[in-house]
């Protein structure tokens, strides 16, 4: 196959990213500088060495000597509440809206009406069960899990599987979501400060 073509094909895998756009990135890439393609090339390649993954909230940072994320390790952190993301991006927008001083479990995605698309299910209920039963002695016990989704389609279809996942857990936990301000179909990783922090303060039970 031709390279260009090749390349324009790698390249509209990206979410977001159709075969146009693919072939614009192709052709902006031709024209850069060489030493800019070597670098963008040494950055990706890197990733997998550079970049590890929480254990705990499955979220990805760049690696420490730590084995879970400072989020998770943070000692400060109410561990009585845990807010549900469907991508890390999600999670940096709340973190930089500063107000949410919970834990976090990122899904690794949302599920579609068609039957599309998956989370971290197995993930999530091993954090919810070791949240329940902390092995660490003078933990707090989880009491509230927000889902944090996003006001799609998407977002409410895979809240409803969170809440069918969680049905066995209803006697010992909440569940609420994020309140009115954001506006429907907007994404929470486009939402500003003002806007996550009214949404976390009015959350409701549902
Ligand atoms: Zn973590």
Known sequence: MDHIDELARALARFPGIGPR?????????????????????????????????????????TSTSASICHYCADPRRDDALLLLVEKDQDLSALERAGTYR??????GGVLTLSGKGSIREKELLQAIEKRLHPDTPGQVVLKEVVLALSATSEGEHTADRIRQLLTPYRDHLTISTLGR????????????????????????EA
């Open 181 to 204: 301000g954001l506006a429907t179909g907007s994404e929470l990783e486009y939402s500003d400060a003002e806007t996550l922090r009214a949404a976390l303060s009015n959350r409701r």
């Open 21 to 61: 756009q693919g072939k614009r990135f192709v052709y902006h890439l031709l024209t850069a500088p060489a030493a800019e393609r070597t670098k963008l090339a040494a950055l990706i390649a890197s990733l997998g060495n550079e970049v590890q993954q929480c254990p705990i909230c499955q979220r990805f940072y």
């Open 102 to 107: 919970g834990r976090y479990f990122v899904l």
